[in-house]
């Protein structure tokens, strides 16, 4: 005879498989639903990333870093980039605050370690004229990030 403790895990795994097999396929479709898939701007397409502004009276721009190094403080995490942005400029570093929004902060940081660990590039948004000076990001040489993508 099968001892009750046996039973019961026994009982909870065809349970759990019973559940699995019932909601799965809904899950797998709502996860569907929320994809969100990222296009590329058609000017893109026509010069590197590292020389695109998004639009004329935009103040963003794109930058592809490759890191050099990570640092976190306690007002705000950054990279630095092997080259300066624009190309030829002076702005080495980009950093997003870590009081306003953590989690935003812990993405960006996940983002930017990975980029790291495996050796590729950043893509980079940020605001030409945007200033982190509340936090640290110096603007003779730091932008605010707005976005950051890993590239492959």
């Not at 019973?18 to 709502?30: D, R």
């Not at 639009?55 to 306690?74: D, G, K, M, Q, Y």
């Not at 200033?131 to 730091?142: I, K, N, R, T």
Request: aromatic share 8%; glycine share 6%; charged share 10%.
């Amino acid at each position: 005879m099968l001892k009750k403790t046996t039973l019961l895990t026994v009982l909870l795994y065809v349970c759990a498989i019973l559940l699995g097999a019932a909601f799965g396929p809904s899950i797998v479709k709502l996860t569907g639903r929320l994809q969100v898939f990222h296009q590329e701007p058609v000017a893109a397409l026509a010069a590197p990333a590292s020389e695109i502004a998004l639009a004329p009276e935009s103040p963003e721009a794109l930058f592809t870093c490759t890191p050099l190094s990570i640092a976190v403080f306690s007002n705000r995490i950054h990279v630095k980039c092997t080259a300066a942005a624009p190309p030829g400029g002076a702005i080495w570093y980009f950093a997003a605050p870590t009081g306003t929004d953590p989690k935003y902060a812990n993405r960006v940081l996940s983002i930017m370690l990975t980029a790291k660990a495996l050796g590729k590039n950043l893509l980079i948004t940020y605001d030409l004229a945007g200033s982190g000076s509340a936090y640290g990001c110096l603007f003779a040489d730091c932008r605010p990030i707005q976005a950051i993508e890993l590239l492959n």
